[in-house]
């Protein structure tokens, strides 16, 4: 059948005999036929509206491939088709079924090269075909399209789309999206009421699309007849700068142009005769006034502009009237974009507040995490302990290893805790009954052969693992942030972080207050003999309690690792921070330390928010801060009192 | 005078003839001068060497005698070798840049000059403009003052406000240690006006000594640094030698009792820690020249603890323990960095010193710490036949340095 179909075609060269909806499409399009071979944007329209409008099946695709440079015109019959290339020549293709209808040579065809903007119209037909489409999917991918880019024409596609929306949600997206369009491309009592609808609205691209419409441009003199105006301009403050407004002056043809130092050096050598300017010899031209002199010297002779030395061009344009105009030339909807960006602003500042208020606790629970463990060892033992970083760092290998032996994220992370405890915790007595047990009463020294053991781990990792960032992947529960509108927003990590900073508390806490452990260890805190005395034994106690701290940290470094890479150097990065969080909060205990976390994690985030191109900065300035506050607090926030105190 | 403290100190004469005699020999084999047994670089790692064992006869000063854990003095080393790095750079640069425009049509102005050196200078951290703490770097005299002024008054500063408020210990060392955190941290950015962590460079030349070889000048910079170090051992040992070298090891063994025998201990912490800072910025001073380069990294907070370890493997409380451990520790650590140590193959794995170098440090530190606390200097007394008391049994008072048992009983 098909064959005979292809015969007959060939040999009349003429449509075969196609489904009514073909002869339909195909009937519409040579109704068109004219508009649509010419090309021309001006008149295509009716032709892309019918086609748009038939309620065909086939249209959209016809629309697709048209815009695409996929539709071809028989030169003979203004036949439409879709091509396919082959060695003999072009083989025609219905436009429908897309059964082959004849080859013919490449003269016989014509390919419909749509240009920029007509495409941009079948774009924006397609558009409609999207939003309506019965596949919710393809509904979701235009709006989303619309919203990256959006374009006049889309508005009306939008809104004739609005009446068939079924689905709630997506309907309440298309009219936020409608109205946000109404802002740029509606009719201007539409586009007051779209922007006063979007008052207090906390959205990036509502602000995106009002912004645009307060730009201004600078004019000189008095503005135009019914212009805008935004404000008058002072030149030479920081809405205008001198310059700029010299050369609105000159463009004007008010003010001469005025040879900068720079033109003027070059024209002085452009006019070196023998050696001397105007006379003057070049030698002595190494200062700026015997330039000067010199180049005015030229100007006399007429052979540079002249200028005025004395009046320089923050004197030209003081006192003249430069205006700052709306390119928008409708006040009404100027004033209400103000208003509304106003509204918003004030909505803005609140958010960042709180946004800053988050990103302060999330840090906060990052040292209050690093500084635990060593809120036990240095804060309850008085133990200095240099290599408390590397048991951080050692807890966050932990989690790696373990990650590459057990595959699954979530298992792993469970895993991993309980392990990185243990490891850290072996070093930690290990430590503490090699090294530091010799040590108690030399704490300098104690610091010293810390410091040791912190660089030998920090190198063994380094050798084992190589210098590059190994990556603890967090588990895909985490992945994402909480998002509350478009400036409050926290990643889902910092949530676990901070959780997990409070577990610790409670487990410190209820170790130090409710164990027999934490009885004995605030014995021997405070009165070692007397401890001895009582039949504890200082000697376990003290290992104990080094292992509970070393442990604390290596479960701290699985958290840290979560948030940030694992290298061998993360210790190190937090050791400092570390201690300044335990001294400031008060040596020996629990609560200073985390108010000390909290101090310095929203002091850090404060700094960063004051100068936020520069986190070293911040650092600096809070550790200056921390000298000179333990000026006025030695013993930290919280300082024990009493013979706990010490000396 | 002087006369009396050389023969109660006839150490310091002996160190002095040791320096001497080295500084003799050295510049009889290097390249520069006679046989050139000794190659320019190595010559340069020995007049470092030198700048580092006055550092640290600095360290021993504050640390060793008067009992100052400061892990904050490579910062004032590293004040000083930018306040001459910054003279060093900015006239070589404007050697360059007057040289550069000599060519140009028209001779060029000062605001030229000034404005060509800012653009070469400052060019790596996207800027032209000289900052206002690079108002005297024109000057070399100016900058030689700032070299004691600078690391002098940052300390006078930091030591009054600390001592002042009796933070002492540990707390101290960490407060010192946020110190140079912070002022390592400030260098690195790059708009602090010192060229962020691209640092000074370039230092090894000195402005107009082109025509001169650097073999000389490394020689010139290696007695400079001998001379610096000979001078240095002597001002040491007068301070600790005589009353106030007692009042200063009596702060360290008991601060409380010297105060309440009436001495302002705080004048006394306070001129210690000033006048050491002074020392470890004149040795950076010498030290960056020979290096050619500084960078914010120098100063970082484990330089300092570097400096510590020296001293504390040499032997803290003695100067020529620390002029002994400084350059014992950096020579060997060159040696092992260097890849010039020989790998240790153990049959199943070989040890790579660059790699393992580090860790052999850390664990011969805590060694030194745990049992020999006297480092190398304990070597010297063995020889001189010099112990502590042994102290047998076990103590009767619950305090530290209690009479023991066997001591009771005599």
């Keep these: 059948m098909k064959f005979i179909a292809l015969l007959i075609a060939v040999l009349f060269g003429s449509a075969p005999p196609a489904p009514a909806q073909t002869r339909d499409i195909q009937m519409l399009l040579q109704t068109h036929a004219d508009a649509i071979v010419a090309s021309s944007r001006r008149t295509i329209g009716p032709a892309i509206d019918a086609l748009a409008a038939s309620g065909l099946a086939s249209a959209r695709e016809v629309l697709n491939r048209w815009q695409d440079r996929e539709l071809w015109v028989r030169e003979a019959d203004s036949l439409f088709v879709y091509v396919r290339e082959e060695e003999t020549g072009l083989v025609m293709l219905d436009i429908v079924s897309g059964v082959e209808i004849a080859t013919v040579g490449r003269r016989d065809l014509r390919q419909l090269k749509p240009n920029g903007g007509i495409r941009a119209l079948i774009g924006a037909a397609l558009v409609q075909f999207q939003l309506s489409d019965p596949d919710i999917k393809v509904r979701r991918a235009g709006l989303r399209a619309i919203e990256r880019r959006p374009e006049e024409s889309h508005l009306a596609a939008l809104r004739n789309s609005l009446e068939g929306e079924t689905d709630p949600d997506l309907g309440i997206r298309k009219r936020r999206l409608e109205r946000l369009l109404t802002i740029s491309y509606g009719s201007s009592a539409e586009r007051i009421a779209a922007i006063h609808s979007f008052d207090g609205a906390l959205s990036v691209d509502v602000r995106a699309a009002l912004n645009p419409i307060l730009a201004t441009r600078t004019v000189f003199g008095p503005p135009p007849e019914g212009a805008n105006v935004a404000r008058r301009l002072e030149p030479g403050s920081g809405d205008l700068g001198t310059a700029d407004a010299h050369a609105l002056m000159v463009a004007a043809d008010v003010a001469a142009p005025i040879p900068g130092p720079e033109a003027r050096k070059q024209a002085l050598i452009d006019n070196i005769v023998d050696g001397a300017v105007a006379g003057v010899p070049v030698a002595r031209l190494d200062t700026d006034a015997a330039r000067d002199a010199a180049y005015l010297q030229l100007a006399a002779s007429g052979v540079v502009p002249t200028y005025d030395p004395e009046r320089s061009m923050a004197d030209v344009v003081a006192d003249e009237m430069f205006f700052a105009v709306y390119i928008e030339p409708d006040p009404a909807v100027t004033d209400a974009a103000q208003s509304t960006l106003k509204s918003i602003e004030t909505g803005v500042k609140l958010n960042r507040t709180f946004d800053l208020a988050l990103d302060g606790l999330s840090l906060a629970s990052i040292y209050f995490l690093a500084a635990i463990g060593l809120a036990i060892t240095f804060g309850v033992m008085g133990v200095i302990n240099m290599a408390h970083g590397e048991f951080i760092m050692m807890g966050a290998y932990t989690g790696y290893l373990v990650q590459q032996v057990v595959p699954d994220y979530t298992l792993s992370l469970l895993i991993a805790l309980p392990l990185a405890f243990a490891v850290a915790a072996a070093a930690g007595v290990a430590m503490e009954r090699l090294v530091i047990r010799h040590l108690y009463h030399r704490p300098l020294e104690t610091l010293l052969a810390t410091f040791g053991?912190?660089?030998?781990?920090?190198?063994?990792?380094?050798?084992?693992?190589?210098?590059?960032?190994?990556?603890?992947?967090?588990?895909?529960?985490?992945?994402?942030?909480?998002?509350?509108?478009?400036?409050?927003?926290?990643?889902?990590?910092?949530?676990?972080?901070?959780?997990?900073?409070?577990?610790?508390?409670?487990?410190?806490?209820?170790?130090?207050?409710?164990?027999?452990?934490?009885?004995?260890?605030?014995?021997?805190?405070?009165?070692?003999?007397?401890?001895?005395?009582?039949?504890?034994?200082?000697?376990?106690?003290?290992?104990?309690?080094?292992?509970?701290?070393?442990?604390?940290?290596?479960?701290?470094?699985?958290?840290?690792?979560?948030?940030?890479?694992?290298?061998?150097?993360?210790?190190?990065?937090?050791?400092?921070?570390?201690?300044?969080?335990?001294?400031?909060?008060?040596?020996?205990n629990i609560w200073g330390t985390l108010i000390g976390a909290t101090g310095i994690g929203f002091l850090q985030k404060g700094i960063e928010f004051l100068n936020p191109s520069n986190t070293l900065a911040a650092q600096t300035y809070m550790i200056v801060f921390i000298i000179v506050f333990i000026q006025f607090r030695p013993r930290g926030i919280i300082a024990l009192r009493g013979r706990a105190a010490g000396d | 005078m002087s006369g009396t403290f050389i023969t109660r100190n006839p150490g310091v004469l002996i160190f002095l003839a040791l320096l001497a005699l080295f500084t003799i020999a050295i510049t009889i084999l290097s390249e520069g001068f006679?046989?050139?047994?000794?190659?320019?670089?190595?010559?340069?790692?020995?007049?470092?060497?030198?700048?580092?064992?006055?550092?640290?006869?600095?360290?021993?000063?504050?640390?060793?005698?008067?009992?100052?854990?400061?892990?904050?003095?490579?910062?004032?080393?590293?004040?000083?070798?930018?306040?001459?790095?910054?003279?060093?750079?900015?006239?070589?640069?404007?050697?360059?840049?007057?040289?550069?425009?000599?060519?140009?049509?028209?001779?060029?102005?000062?605001?030229?000059?000034?404005?060509?050196?800012?653009?070469?200078?400052?060019?790596?951290?996207?800027?032209?403009?000289?900052?206002?703490?690079?108002?005297?770097?024109?000057?070399?005299?100016?900058?030689?003052?700032?070299?004691?002024?600078?690391?002098?008054?940052?300390?006078?500063?930091?030591?009054?406000?600390?001592?002042?408020?009796?933070?002492?210990?540990?707390?101290?060392?960490?407060?010192?240690?946020?110190?140079?955190?912070?002022?390592?941290?400030?260098?690195?950015?790059?708009?602090?006006?010192?060229?962020?962590?691209?640092?000074?460079?370039?230092?090894?030349?000195?402005?107009?000594?082109?025509?001169?070889?650097?073999?000389?000048?490394?020689?010139?910079?290696?007695?400079?640094?001998?001379?610096?170090?000979?001078?240095?051992?002597?001002?040491?040992?007068?301070?600790?030698?005589?009353?106030?070298?007692?009042?200063?090891?009596?702060?360290?063994?008991?601060?409380?009792?010297?105060?309440?025998?009436?001495?302002?201990?705080?004048?006394?912490?306070?001129?210690?820690?000033?006048?050491?800072?002074?020392?470890?910025?004149?040795?950076?001073?010498?030290?960056?020249?020979?290096?050619?380069?500084?960078?914010?990294?120098?100063?970082?907070?484990?330089?300092?603890?570097?400096?510590?370890?020296?001293?504390?493997?040499?032997?803290?409380?003695?100067?020529?323990?620390?002029?002994?451990?400084?350059?014992?520790?950096?020579?060997?650590?060159?040696?092992?960095?260097?890849?010039?140590?020989?790998?240790?193959?153990?049959?199943?794995?070989?040890?790579?010193?660059?790699?393992?170098?580090?860790?052999?440090?850390?664990?011969?530190?805590?060694?030194?710490?745990?049992?020999?606390?006297?480092?190398?200097?304990?070597?010297?007394?063995?020889?001189?036949?010099?112990r502590s008391p042994d102290r047998k049994g076990a103590p009767l008072g619950p305090d530290v340095g209690s009479l023991r048992e066997k001591e009771a009983r005599e």
């Design chain 1, 453 to 588: 053991i912190s660089i030998a781990l920090q190198q063994l990792a380094k050798t084992i693992f190589g210098t590059q960032a190994r990556p603890l992947t967090s588990p895909g529960w985490l992945d994402g942030a909480w998002v509350l509108n478009d400036i409050v927003s926290i990643s889902h990590i910092r949530i676990a972080i901070f959780a997990i900073a409070l577990m610790f508390l409670a487990v410190f806490l209820f170790i130090m207050k409710r164990t027999r452990l934490g009885l004995e260890v605030r014995a021997v805190t405070q009165n070692p003999k007397m401890a001895a005395s009582m039949g504890i034994d200082p000697d376990r106690i003290n290992m104990l309690t080094f292992g509970l701290g070393s442990g604390i940290a290596g479960i701290a470094g699985v958290a840290i690792g979560l948030y940030a890479k694992v290298t061998s150097e993360m210790g190190a990065d937090y050791i400092v921070q570390s201690f300044m969080t335990v001294v400031v909060g008060g040596v020996g």
């Design chain 2, 34 to 386: 006679g046989l050139g047994l000794v190659s320019t670089s190595f010559v340069k790692t020995l007049g470092k060497t030198l700048c580092l064992c006055l550092v640290a006869i600095a360290m021993d000063l504050v640390w060793g005698y008067c009992g100052i854990l400061s892990l904050g003095h490579f910062a004032f080393f590293g004040l000083g070798g930018y306040a001459i790095g910054m003279w060093l750079m900015y006239e070589r640069t404007r050697m360059i840049v007057v040289e550069s425009l000599a060519n140009a049509p028209l001779p060029p102005t000062p605001r030229e000059i000034v404005d060509g050196i800012g653009t070469q200078i400052f060019g790596v951290v996207g800027s032209a403009e000289f900052p206002p703490i690079w108002a005297f770097a024109h000057s070399l005299p100016l900058q030689l003052l700032a070299v004691i002024l600078v690391p002098g008054i940052l300390a006078g500063v930091f030591g009054w406000l600390a001592f002042r408020s009796r933070v002492t210990g540990v707390y101290l060392s960490i407060l010192t240690q946020a110190m140079t955190l912070a002022l390592s941290l400030y260098l690195f950015q790059n708009d602090s006006g010192l060229r962020g962590n691209n640092g000074l460079s370039g230092l090894q030349n000195l402005p107009g000594l082109a025509a001169v070889p650097q073999s000389t000048v490394s020689l010139w910079f290696f007695w400079g640094s001998a001379l610096a170090l000979g001078a240095g051992y002597a001002l040491a040992a007068w301070v600790v030698s005589g009353k106030l070298g007692s009042v200063i090891r009596g702060i360290r063994d008991d601060e409380a009792r010297v105060r309440f025998l009436g001495y302002p201990v705080e004048t006394f912490k306070l001129f210690i820690f000033t006048l050491t800072a002074v020392i470890a910025a004149i040795a950076g001073a010498l030290y960056y020249p020979q290096a050619g380069i500084i960078n914010p990294a120098e100063i970082a907070p484990i330089a300092s603890i570097y400096l510590a370890v020296w001293v504390a493997i040499g032997g803290r409380g003695r100067l020529y323990g620390a002029v002994i451990g400084a350059a014992f520790v950096s020579l060997l650590s060159t040696w092992f960095t260097g890849g010039q140590a020989p790998d240790v193959n153990l049959g199943f794995y070989a040890i790579n010193w660059v790699d393992w170098w580090l860790v052999l440090l850390g664990v011969s530190f805590v060694l030194v710490t745990l049992f020999a606390p006297k480092g190398i200097g304990g070597l010297i007394d063995m020889i001189a036949h010099v």
